[in-house]
Nanobody, 127 residues
């Protein structure tokens, strides 16, 4: 059965870095989109980044562009987060969609396009 799950969350000071990992099994990541989403307390879950295809093409939300980097190594997708700020505090989720989703600005951060979700990992940025 397909499975996906996050790890690597924790607490850091503003300006710090964290790397999240998303482990996938039971499906071919090369033919999928893997998206990262986050949800802060009292707020909607929002898209952060996505990566798709064997070439590893990635896209980012404006709020994290230039600070976060998504990459893939076989069945694991990473989210390298730098210059973290308090507003980045959230539960971070990875999720699976069809391979074409990440290429579409309309589709890439639309939650109904993702059919498999991890349970989330907490990221806290504070003094």
């Amino acid at each position: 059965q397909p499975q996906i799950g996050e790890s690597g969350g924790g607490s850091v000071q503003p300006g710090g870095s964290l790397r999240l990992s998303c482990a996938a099994s039971g499906f071919t990541v090369d033919y999928s989109t893997i998206g990262w989403f986050r949800q802060a307390p009292g707020k909607e879950r929002e898209g952060v980044s996505c990566i798709s295809g064997s070439a590893g093409n990635a896209n980012y939300a404006d709020s994290v562009k230039g600070r976060f980097t998504t990459s893939r190594d076989r069945d694991t997708v990473y989210l390298q987060m730098t210059s973290l700020q308090p507003e980045d505090t959230a539960v971070y989720y990875c999720a699976r969609a069809n391979s074409a989703v990440c290429r579409s600005p309309r589709a890439r951060f639309s939650k109904p396009n993702y059919d498999l979700w991890g349970r989330g990992t907490q990221v806290t940025v504070s003094e």
